[in-house]
Structures are given as structure tokens and as C-alpha cells.
């Protein structure tokens, strides 16, 4: 099959007389070859290096161990993974009793905090759990407490929306 678009990296070799396409997927991958990734890739490498990359997982860790305490603290969300923030890199999975992942997902995003909701490779760990499907917070560099607080409040927002129930004993 000929590619339907040119230029970038789909190309192999060019003459006079015509091209031949390169391999795939690189014969479908019309347009200018991504480079500025590679030239952000360096001065993002300076940038990591001169905080610490322990010092980045210091805070990412941190942020996580307040996330799980923060949902652990509501009766009807469940914290999957390791209890160590350690072990988590910054990401925390949890689910709601009674609600699906993307009504938990859809609504945190009216609220000001984007929530992850999908079945992934994860699907088998989920199945195992019991569990419907992950949603999950991720913290980086460029969060603080105030993301911390803003989940709290959607969380909250949601568990009033659709009117969840801590269960009983």
C-alpha cells in the first residue's frame, strides 16, 4: 500500500526516477520528524538536574502519602496499591464504592481536578481486586497542597452528586 500523504520520515531513498517508501511504520508517518522534543529533551534534563531528581521524588512521595490519607479518610473509597508513597511514583489508584470509574472521572473534571479513569493494561489487577476500574491522581513538580485540597473538594462534590453513602459497619 502507497502512503497517502509525504514528507518526513516515510521516504527511504529519493531520485530522479521516483522513492522508495521506507519501512514500517515509518512509511505512514508523513511531516516534519519530531524535533522538538529532542531539543527541549536537554535544557528539561538541566532543569530536573539542577533540582534534585531526589529531591522531585521526595515531593511527589509526599504529595502521594497526604493523597492516601486524604481519600482513606472517606468510608466509601478504597486506596489500591502499596501502602509506601514510595513504591506508588507519585500515583495513587483508588476506587468508590457504588460508582463507576468514569462518573468518578467525568466529575472530577467539572471539578477542577482531573481524575484518570480507563481500563488498562491494569485490567487484570482490577479483576483480582474487585474493583470496577482505577481512578487515579497523579502528582509531579508542579503540584502543591492546594491539588490536594482541590481532589478533597471534588471528591466531596462527587460523593454529594451522586449521593454515596458511607456503607454501614
Known amino acids: 500500500m502507497d502512503p497517502f500523504l509525504g514528507g518526513g520520515d516515510m521516504i527511504s531513498r529519493v531520485t530522479l526516477e521516483g522513492a522508495t517508501w521506507n519501512a514500517l511504520p515509518y512509511k505512514f508517518e508523513a511531516g516534519t520528524p519530531n524535533f522538538a522534543d529532542t531539543v527541549a529533551f536537554g535544557p528539561a534534563l538541566d532543569y530536573l538536574s539542577a533540582l534534585g531528581l531526589d529531591a522531585v521524588r521526595e515531593h511527589e512521595d509526599a504529595l502521594a502519602a497526604k493523597a492516601v490519607a486524604?481519600?482513606?479518610?472517606?468510608?466509601?473509597?478504597?486506596?489500591?496499591?502499596?501502602?509506601?508513597?514510595?513504591?506508588?511514583?507519585?500515583?495513587?489508584?483508588?476506587?468508590?464504592?457504588?460508582?463507576?470509574?468514569?462518573?468518578?472521572?467525568?466529575?472530577?473534571?467539572?471539578?477542577?481536578?482531573?481524575?484518570?479513569?480507563?481500563?488498562?493494561?491494569?485490567?487484570?489487577?482490577?479483576?483480582?481486586s474487585s474493583a470496577?476500574?482505577?481512578?487515579?491522581?497523579?502528582?509531579?513538580?508542579?503540584?502543591?497542597?492546594?491539588?490536594?485540597?482541590?481532589?478533597?473538594?471534588?471528591?466531596?462534590?462527587?460523593?454529594?452528586f451522586f449521593k454515596v453513602r458511607p456503607k454501614a459497619g
Do not use: M
Not at 501502602?83 to 472521572?105: E, I, Q, T
Not at 476500574?133 to 471528591?155: H, M, V
Open 70 to 128: 486524604l481519600l482513606e479518610a472517606e468510608p466509601s473509597v478504597r486506596v489500591l496499591g502499596p501502602k509506601d508513597p514510595a513504591r506508588r511514583s507519585g500515583v495513587v489508584s483508588f476506587n468508590v464504592a457504588g460508582l463507576h470509574p468514569h462518573d468518578v472521572a467525568r466529575s472530577s473534571t467539572w471539578r477542577a481536578w482531573r481524575c484518570a479513569s480507563a481500563i488498562t493494561a491494569a485490567s487484570p489487577s482490577c479483576i483480582s
Open 132 to 160: 470496577a476500574g482505577p481512578r487515579a491522581a497523579s502528582f509531579y513538580l508542579y503540584n502543591d497542597d492546594s491539588d490536594l485540597e482541590a481532589l478533597g473538594r471534588a471528591l466531596k462534590r462527587t460523593l454529594d
